[in-house]
């Protein structure tokens, strides 16, 4: 359980460390809930259900990430109603 707890504060953190670095913009799923999903999956199949029964996990929630600081380097704007929209901006 402590493994599924630290990677669970890890991941994102990575993630976010390389987005620093420099993309300009990321669309990418939620982490966190897909590691969620799959531990539920982990202890279904412990539980005794077969993997051919588990119904597949379609991912649903998506996050947008700008990063100003690159766009600024590059010498693009980036529409304020966009930036708005954003669940993480890079300042």
Do not use: C, W
């Not at 999956?41 to 259900?49: E, H, P, S, T, V």
């Not at 947008?64 to 966009?82: D, E, H, R």
């Amino acid at each position: 359980m402590e493994l599924h707890h630290r990677s669970e504060k890890e991941a994102p953190k990575k993630v976010t460390k390389l987005f620093l670095n420099s993309p300009l913009m990321a669309y990418s799923f939620d982490l966190i809930e897909l590691y969620k999903r799959v531990g539920n999956n982990i202890d279904a199949i412990l539980r005794g259900a077969k993997p051919g029964e588990i119904p597949i996990y379609q991912v649903t929630k998506f996050e947008l990430s700008i990063n100003l600081k690159t766009a600024k380097q590059l010498g693009l704007s980036v529409p304020p109603a966009l930036v708005a929209s954003a669940d993480k901006v890079i300042e």
